[in-house]
């Protein structure tokens, strides 16, 4: 089957990749689409560190082919969209439903997939770019049929990251002030988010003048390609400040944007040894720096909850989709995402 693999040099899109059958509470998922994100380009530039040869793809939806045993929730035929949370359901942090604080969820790559008999690592335990992959059960969350295999793929990481960091870490009140630093992907559903949240002020900051327009049909009541300008609107800062790009010197933007009692958000990726920096005194009026792991999200509640909210026209899902290729045009829909001239890619097979 074909896939996208990275092998520590080269990028290539390749046809003879094979995947397991699924265990003991895992599913087989053909997928359908899948959307690129940046972090997918972050382990090709080494900004995350992940072992290869390693197929890479972490934003999927597709159809349930099979399951194993003791896998009740989904069944043969299901429309899914898929999470990267492997958590395990059963210790303290999962049961508290604290799933994204699992230590089973992150840094314990599997190896479902081989190439010419050789073991392939799973990335994200998702490794979307491929006809099919094998998930932990719980990783599946059934999605109405209607709702568009493109749309519903961005479901599993954009939406849930962004929507989630609002919605579940930051707790965005009614009335409330948001800046968003950033609006790619994420910083979209961040901007969504706030929306949803009932923010009455909503600043998207961006350097390309480019993305005002999608900006405002997000959510942005505002829209500055510096943040120079954002204390015209919020003389006295924001409620909360949510840097979406990786950029150490945007996170102390972020920081030095907050009114008192503020938070700042920690979404983008720098690189794994990055340091940032804050004035000590400016943090004692209650100000927070929050890191949020993938929205501090539950995805069998809120992906669920999300699909929901989008039939209902709530939440913007097929704007996201700014270009569809099919999987052989990888090369391309990486330059456009690197060059910033898609919000979201998606491949399709």
């Known amino acids: 089957m074909r896939g996208v693999v990275f092998d520590g040099k080269q990028l290539q899109v390749v046809d003879d990749l094979e995947v397991r059958e699924p265990g003991p509470g895992e599913v087989l998922v053909a997928i359908s689409a899948a959307g690129l994100c940046h972090s ?98 719980v990783q599946a969350v059934r999605i109405p049929k209607d709702i568009p295999m493109s749309s519903a793929a961005l479901i599993g990481c954009g939406v849930l990251t962004g929507v989630g960091a609002v919605l579940n870490r930051a707790r965005v009140g009614l009335g409330e002030s948001v800046v968003v630093i950033g609006t790619g992907g994420i910083g979209l559903n961040v901007l969504q988010g706030a929306r949803i949240a009932g923010a009455l002020t909503i600043v998207a900051v961006d350097a390309n003048p480019g993305k005002e327009a999608v900006a405002r049909e997000f959510g942005a009541t505002h829209f500055l390609t510096s943040a120079e300008g954002v204390r015209e609107i919020l003389p006295n800062g924001a409620d909360h400040a949510f840097e979406c790009v990786g950029r150490v010197e945007l996170i102390r933007q972020a920081v030095d944007l907050l009114d008192r009692h503020g938070q700042a958000v920690l979404l983008g990726v720098p690189p794994a040894t990055a340091e940032a920096s804050f004035l000590v005194s400016s943090m004692y009026l209650d100000k927070s720096i929050l890191g949020c792991r993938y929205g501090s999200s539950r995805p069998q509640r809120d992906i669920a909850l999300y699909a929901q909210l989008y039939r209902e026209g709530r939440l913007l899902l097929d704007e996201l989709v700014t270009e569809t290729y099919p999987v052989e045009d990888f090369e391309k829909a990486a330059g456009d995402a690197e060059a910033g001239r898609v919000a979201r890619g998606v491949l399709t097979f």
């Open 40 to 137: 997918d380009l972050s382990v090709v530039d080494g900004t995350i560190p992940f072992p290869v040869p390693v197929v890479l793809g972490h934003e999927g939806a597709g159809v349930v082919e099979s399951v194993g045993v003791g896998v009740t929730h989904v069944a043969p035929g299901d429309h899914v969209a898929l999470s990267t949370l492997a958590n395990c359901g059963t210790c303290a942090e999962c049961d508290r439903g604290r799933p994204t604080m699992c230590r089973q969820a992150i840094g314990r790559p599997g190896q479902p997939f081989t190439r010419g008999g050789k073991p392939v690592y799973q990335f994200a335990s998702n490794s979307a770019f491929a006809e099919r992959t094998v998930v932990k059960a």
